[in-house]
Every structure is written in structure tokens, then in C-alpha cells.
């Protein structure tokens, strides 16, 4: 009984989708509480990485330590800077929600016994397609729109456009565009052997 | 023509072959060691493809060839 129940993968895919529900709701959330931090444009919070500037702290009058970003409040941003600021903090709880939504379609679609269809494929390519272009949008966001509010607050670095990537979101990307090409090969093989006898 | 559309055209004479031979479906799936759900595919023409090991066992167990089990329709008589 422990074994049929150990080797039979159907809970496994109840457990995936409810996750990637969870994760979607986790995702709304975080989206509103972003929204309701900064659309009233007052002390916005903004994250600013503090590379190549020596920041010493002393914690506990003891322990030293070194800060290596910082929050800075910001209000009355303008509208440029206000937008990337924005987008920036929109964006990594909306690539959760896409994510986490495509996993939550995958699981429920394995439940139910369906593993080639069109809509697995589909799912697979856009949750690889949102993890490679946030991999490149979120760290270039955030590093703009930091740049840019502390440029409007007027203690700007002089840099107007900061790229930067973050490889484990890139390298996730790469991973599940891979499955996606063997859903891809698997749903060719599924047509290809539909009628065979 | 797309090769999906000529398969409608492939007809299996598995019923004539297992009538002149007095066998049942039930009995030729025992020979040839095929699902009865997969020969009744096979008879009623909605096989898309067929194994050359499913081909060979059913000629076996009936004694013909493949070309007294599947024949290709003129295209009048499938359209």
C-alpha cells in the first residue's frame, strides 16, 4: 500500500499545482503591496547597491560589519524616474506570478493525465521566454531606476542606463526551454504513434 | 497530396480475411498477441500506422500476405 502510494506520481503534480497556486496568490499580493508603497510617491523605498564606497558599520558595538546596499527614500519622483522605479519593483512579483501560474497549469494538466498537449508546450516555452527576459530586465530595471531616483533626488552617480543579469534566473530560463524542446520532441512522438497498432 | 490525408485511403480487409477463415477477432488477438481494442482499430480502418511485428504476426496467423490485408483505395471511393 506504502509503496503504490510512494511510486504513484499523482500527488506529486497535486502538490505542483497547488504550489504554483499558492505562488500566483503569494505573487498578487506582493504585486498590491508593491503598488501601495510607492503610487502615493512618498518615501518610496528605493534599493541602491553601494559598490566601490567603503560603508563600516558596527553592530552590537562589537561586531563590524560592511554594508553593501542600502534603502533610500525618495518622494515627489518625477515621472520618468517614477515609472522605472515602478516597474522595477512590478516586475520580479509579476515573473513569480507567470511562473508559478505556468507551473500550476502544468501540474493540474498532469493530474488529469495529459503530458504532450499544445497547452504544456505552451505553458513550458513562456515560463522559459518570462525567466530568460526578467534574467536581463530585473537587475537592469533596478539598477536604472535606483540610479535614476537618486539622480532626481539629487545625489545621482551620473549613470543613466545600468545593464546588469542575474545568471540563476537566466540559467533557470535555459533550463526550461530545454524541457520545453523534449515537450516539443514528446508531442511530435505523441502524433506520430496516435493510431499505431 | 498530404500524406495525412492518404492514410484514409489505406483499407484494411482484416473482417473479409477472419470471415473466409471462419476465426474471431478474440482468436486472432490470442495468436498474435495484440490487443483486441488494437485489431478492431486495425479493422474498422482507423490505424494510422501499423507495425511491421503486428503485420507479420497477423499474416502468420492468417496465412496471407500484406497485400491481401491492406489495400489503397482509389481516391473516388474514399472521398
Same mark, same amino acid.
Given at each position: 500500500? &506504502? ?6 506520481? $499523482? ?9 504554483? +497556486? ?10 498590491? $503591496?508593491?503598488?501601495?508603497?510607492? %503610487? ?11 559598490? +566601490?564606497? /567603503? ?9 563590524? /560589519?560592511?554594508? &553593501? ?26 515573473? &513569480? ?14 493530474? $488529469? ?17 518570462? %525567466?530568460? /527576459? ?19 533626488? =539629487?545625489? +545621482?552617480? =551620473? ?29 511530435? %512522438? *505523441?502524433?506520430? &504513434?496516435?493510431?499505431?497498432? | ?11 484494411? $480487409? ?28 486495425? *479493422? ?18 492468417? +496465412? ?16
Amino acid at each position: 500500500m &506504502t509503496q503504490r502510494w510512494l511510486s504513484d506520481p $499523482r500527488p506529486d503534480f497535486v502538490v505542483l499545482a497547488l504550489a504554483g +497556486g499558492l505562488a500566483v496568490v503569494a505573487g498578487i499580493v506582493a504585486i498590491v $503591496r508593491e503598488l501601495a508603497r510607492i %503610487l502615493p510617491n512618498r518615501d518610496v523605498p528605493v534599493r541602491v547597491d553601494l559598490d +566601490g564606497v /567603503a560603508h563600516e558599520l558596527v553592530l552590537n558595538r562589537t561586531v563590524a /560589519a560592511e554594508a &553593501t546596499e542600502a534603502v533610500v527614500r525618495v518622494s515627489g519622483l518625477e515621472a520618468a524616474p517614477f515609472a522605472l522605479v515602478l516597474a522595477a519593483a512590478v516586475l520580479p512579483p509579476v515573473t &513569480t506570478l507567470v511562473v508559478a501560474a505556468c507551473f500550476a497549469l502544468l501540474g493540474w494538466s498532469f493530474y $488529469r493525465g495529459e503530458f504532450f498537449g499544445r497547452g504544456n508546450l505552451v505553458a513550458v516555452n513562456v515560463a522559459a521566454a518570462v %525567466l530568460v /527576459a526578467a534574467s536581463l530586465l530585473i537587475p537592469s530595471l533596478q539598477g536604472t531606476a535606483a540610479s535614476s531616483a537618486l539622480a532626481s533626488a =539629487g545625489a +545621482g552617480t =551620473g549613470q543613466a542606463v545600468v545593464l546588469g543579469l542575474d545568471m540563476r534566473l537566466l540559467l533557470a530560463g535555459f533550463l526550461l526551454g530545454a524541457v520545453g524542446y523534449a515537450f516539443q520532441r514528446g508531442s511530435r %512522438l *505523441k502524433r506520430d &504513434t496516435e493510431g499505431l497498432v | 497530396m498530404p500524406a495525412d490525408e492518404d492514410d484514409a485511403r489505406v483499407h484494411c $480487409r482484416l473482417d473479409e480475411l477472419l470471415a473466409e477463415r471462419g476465426m474471431t477477432l478474440a482468436r486472432l488477438a490470442e495468436l498474435v498477441g495484440v490487443t483486441v481494442v488494437n485489431l478492431s482499430v486495425l *479493422k474498422n480502418d482507423r490505424a494510422r500506422a501499423i507495425r511491421f511485428s503486428t503485420l507479420t504476426a497477423i499474416c502468420d496467423a492468417l +496465412g496471407c500476405t500484406p497485400g491481401d490485408l491492406l489495400v489503397v483505395l482509389p481516391e473516388e471511393a474514399a472521398s
